[in-house]
């Protein structure tokens, strides 16, 4: 038996030095990355202020009448909604990759509209559960009159508040009291995390982010026998299948869940088989909805007439070699991805995928796959780049917000690093505290399997990025959580106390003088303003629009901000003409025609413009629109020589500092060419 609780323990302290680890890198690389530079170190001192001001504040908060922190709370809610509002209806921001051709491919669904003649869902087979669900949504929503665009909206906010709702609840439940969720609060009414990414994009991460968040809270409340009568039990277990059978369908890589609350069950049955009696139904519960998810996937895909195509699928190794690449740090590599496409099926593609990890370990050596696998758990747990995922500019925004958006980008960015470098340092602050405790509940131990088998699948196994690490932030507000309760307040009599104004203050004038002392590479970024980004990629083949002779497309958008470049997707060998002209003082510019883009360097005032493709020859020539039934894509809908169903945009993008946008990539590039 002590053998058993020895080993048990040993595992306990391995997974949280592993956890450990991971989140001193996170606090490094939010730290030092973007900018790289010796003016990161002024940030270094909020790693203790960070977790001080919380204590502080936590303790100052617990004096405070719960009715009062409740009503607070609300308020904060509530402002943090019509803030959210706010931002979708006043600065939507223009979505690519895949993210959209999941939408665009929804709204057909929806429909009965199906047309599957683009390559993406034949080489990513996994995102056709998501478009069914969402399809089914916008089924939903349109008999109620809602457009697609509205709908995705709502989808959002739902998830997202819901996640949020969850987690101050589970903080509350934890402590026994308003401080902790109050400060909770706090964090997402002020940070950019309930504004940006998880706000203006709906994809398979959200509800990854939600789903984890519900199943440990239904943990906790079972581990606590909270649920008193059967009925509440009964519901607590159909709402934690259908969470998990929801993830599972949407993301495969759910299935380290399963494989957590499994281990859970055998150490917690090893340890004490009087413990496991708590979490059994729920933690077999989990497994049961994962498993059962495979064949509600293919149940999915036949509802909406999808077969997979092995001659343009990707087998799972292609992922392994991937997070091989040292060049691209283990995250996607297009490079990667179109020589796999040269194979002739999956089958030879996952030969060549199997050569080719054997080729990159033995050229790798330790020392390089030691500095890779760093490389990824720090881009797993950055949050530098989180804001922008998958978005590529807004397609309209306020002037206030255009006119300094290098500078908001930028504090944006700095907010939620420092927000996320205190989150960290105070989840290292739990796992040292729980790291001298001998026995783990189940809980705590579910927890942490999660957590590291998260971190440990894409460092040592798959491709990463930014967006993955995400996962296992309801974990750290979990772990963070469970070390509160033990904070001693001790009551003092009626002394102001000066610390918590002091340590704000002094938050802000680091963050004030970092941001100050990096000022010119602010300004010197590239800055994608309106745009409309949202396509299929010409590397899924994609049909394109045929211009008849003599004939134009016009389509038009205004910005509140000057811009100096902008360019326009355009089909490679087309004849095609484009130009640009401000509809208010009928000045006309002459778009420079690349091999696969239109492209202006030249001062664009505020104004309203009017983007003119023409067909001077006398034979069709194709060019790039983007097609949807109702969704919206750009500020106004593009105008076609014959009226015609459903809503087309060009893809295009203003930009200030010189830069333009690599179509192929998607990268900001900085243009060398002179003013013309």
């Not at 306990?12 to 003016?39: D, H, M, R, W």
């Amino acid at each position: 038996m002590f053998k058993r609780l020895r080993s048990t323990f040993v595992f306990k302290q391995l997974l949280i030095v592993l956890l450990s680890i991971a989140l001193l890198i996170g606090i490094i690389c939010n730290l030092f990355y973007p900018f790289e530079n010796t003016s990161s170190l002024i940030l270094l001192p909020i790693v203790f202020i960070g977790p001080l001001l919380v204590f502080f504040l936590y303790r100052y908060l617990k004096k405070l009448p719960p009715f009062l922190l409740k009503r607070i709370i609300l308020i904060a809610f509530l402002i943090m909604v019509l803030v959210q509002i706010y931002v979708f209806s006043a600065m939507p921001a223009t979505i690519y990759h895949d993210p959209f051709r999941v939408i665009q491919e929804a709204e057909q669904v929806s429909t009965g509209d199906i047309d599957w003649t683009s390559d993406y869902f034949w080489r990513y087979p996994n995102n056709v559960p998501l478009t069914a669900l969402v399809g089914f949504w916008f089924k939903l929503t349109n008999l109620l009159g809602l457009t697609p665009n509205l709908a995705i909206h709502i989808l959002s906010l739902l998830f997202l508040d819901s996640m949020i709702i969850i987690l101050l609840m589970t903080a509350k439940k934890i402590t026994g009291n308003l401080a902790l969720p109050f400060i909770g609060q706090l964090f997402f009414l002020f940070s950019p995390y309930a504004y940006t990414y998880n706000l203006q994009v709906f994809y398979s991460d959200l509800p990854i982010y939600f789903t984890i968040s519900a199943l440990l809270f239904i943990v906790l409340k079972w581990q606590k026998s909270d649920f008193k009568s059967k009925k509440w039990r009964f519901s607590s277990l159909i709402a934690l299948f259908f969470v998990c059978l929801f993830a599972q369908i949407i993301k495969p890589n759910f299935l380290i869940v399963a494989i957590a609350a499994f281990l859970t069950l055998l150490i917690s049955w090893i340890v004490n088989r009087k413990i496991v009696g708590a979490v059994a139904i729920p933690m077999a519960t989990i497994i049961l909805a994962i498993l059962i998810a495979f064949p509600a996937t293919k149940f999915l895909d036949n509802s909406i007439n999808f077969k997979n195509n092995e001659q343009y699928e990707l087998p799972i190794t292609h992922w392994i070699y991937m997070g091989l690449n040292l060049k691209r740090d283990g995250s996607y590599s297009g490079r990667d991805t179109k020589s796999a496409v040269k194979q002739a099926n999956i089958k030879a593609r996952e030969k060549a995928d199997i050569k080719g990890i054997s080729r990159r370990l033995k050229k790798a050596g330790i020392f390089n796959l030691i500095k890779l696998w760093t490389s990824k758990v720090a881009i797993l747990l950055n949050v530098s780049k989180y804001n922008h995922a998958y978005t590529g500019g807004y397609v309209s925004a306020p002037a206030w917000f255009q006119k300094g958006q290098a500078w908001w980008s930028s504090i944006a960015s700095l907010l939620l690093r420092l927000a996320f470098v205190t989150i960290y340092s105070l989840a290292l602050i739990s796992l040292y505290r729980l790291f001298k405790v001998k026995e783990v509940d189940p809980l705590s131990l579910f927890s942490l399997l999660i957590a590291v088998g998260y971190i440990t699948f894409h460092t040592f196994l798959w491709e990463v990025e930014g967006r993955y690490g995400q996962a296992i932030t309801p974990i750290l507000f979990l772990l963070i959580a469970n070390s509160f309760p033990e904070i001693k307040i001790i009551k003092k009599k009626s002394r102001r106390d000066w610390k918590i104004p002091v340590f704000i203050l002094t938050v802000i004038s680091l963050g004030g003088i970092y941001l100050k002392m990096n000022a010119r590479l602010i300004n010197s970024r590239g800055i994608a303003t309106i745009a409309q980004r949202s396509q299929l990629s010409n590397q899924y083949n994609p049909q394109v629009t045929w211009l008849a002779a003599h004939s134009s497309v016009t389509q038009n958008v205004s910005i509140a901000a000057t811009n100096d470049y902008f360019s326009i997707l355009k089909v490679k060998g087309s004849k095609a003409v484009a130009t640009l002209t401000n509809r208010t003082t009928k000045q006309t510019f002459n778009i420079n025609s690349g091999h696969t883009k239109y492209s202006i360097l030249n001062q664009l005032k505020p104004g309203e413009y009017q983007i003119k493709v023409t067909n001077p020859t006398d034979d069709q020539q194709a060019i790039w629109l983007v097609d949807t039934h109702n969704y919206q894509l750009g500020q106004e809908s593009a105008s076609m020589p014959d009226p015609t169903s459903g809503k087309r945009s060009f893809v295009y993008m203003f930009s200030q500092n010189r830069v333009h946008d690599d179509q192929g990539t998607f990268r900001i590039v900085k243009v060398k060419k002179p003013y013309k």
